[in-house]
């Protein structure tokens, strides 16, 4: 099997066919597996096509986004993150196409955002984007959802993902962004979120009070956004913790930041456009970090509070 460094020099002539999850990650004890109420498992990580990559209300293709999806998929991820309000489902739709990898093989997430007061007409619009007649995961976007904003209550965008999965326009459905409350609202409907995509890295281990520990206790599975955000953000408290932890693996920060994420039990989104990053967010197999290691991140990060997103909603709680 061509080593990894051989894999990124050749990656771009890989045959359409390239490579299967398994050629890529060995089935390590330690690896969490996180298993959807459809029996689907959610593969990890995910590929992200928003932030970096934003053109909301721009409907042109843009290559530079396509050639990225496809050479994660090339390199073997097999889980794409993706929105409406990104404006990129179109790429990722043809990014699939000409990956040659069969639909089936590939878990794809959209989400519902400005358009959630019609969650039918919008996941509608994203399979027909996508080029995809379901998606593996669709999620409402955030729980901001109000009858005076968009012409719908919460609890009924809920229950109107329920239906969609039902209809089978999406395999399994969940939330981003929700916190304890906003899950409470929903506690009495017929199916229960699979799912809470959050911010989630070392210096923001809870989005919201509580929210990580709540989500899992309800078996919920919850995804990280911005898990990178101690190496976009550099010169904080976790650098010198995960720098003698990359030294003593053999890895580079991002792998160890990854592993500390996969080690709280939560499947991590991240992104780039360097195929060499792509490759190394994507080898996270062959070590793991002690649970005195996952510790020190987790006491280091606490030192530092850092949001990115939904501050204009969240403001700058510290949970
Ligand atoms: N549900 C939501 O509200 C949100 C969802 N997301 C999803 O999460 C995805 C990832 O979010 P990001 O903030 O971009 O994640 P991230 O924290 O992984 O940051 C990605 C950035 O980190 C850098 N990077 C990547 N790999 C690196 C490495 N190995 N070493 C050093 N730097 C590296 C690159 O500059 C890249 O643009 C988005 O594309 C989107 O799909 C993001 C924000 C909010
Ligand atoms: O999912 C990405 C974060 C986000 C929060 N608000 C907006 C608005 C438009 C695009 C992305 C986002």
Redesign the pocket.
Known sequence: MLNRLQLIKNHLQLPSSTLRLSQTRSIHAMAPTFKLPSGAVIPYPAF??????YKPGDPTINRAVVDAIVSALKLGYRHI?A?QTYGTEGEVGVAIKESGIPREEIFITT?VYQNVGDPKKALEESLKLLQIDYVDLYLL??PFITEEKYGITLEKAWETLIELKAAGLTKDIGV??WAVGDLERVEGAKEYPAVN?I?F?PYLQNQTPGIVEYSQKKGLIVEA?????S??EKGGPVDEVVDKLATKYGK???QIILKWVLARNVLP????AKPE?QL??FSLDGFELTPEEVEAINVAGSKKHVR???TAEYGHITA
């Open positions: 992200g096509t928003g932030t970096k990559w993150d929105a989400k976007h955030h981003s962004n995509q911010e890295n956004f911005t898990p990178l955000v190496l976009t580079d920060a991002g989104i991240t992104t780039s990053r190394s967010n990115k997103y939904w």
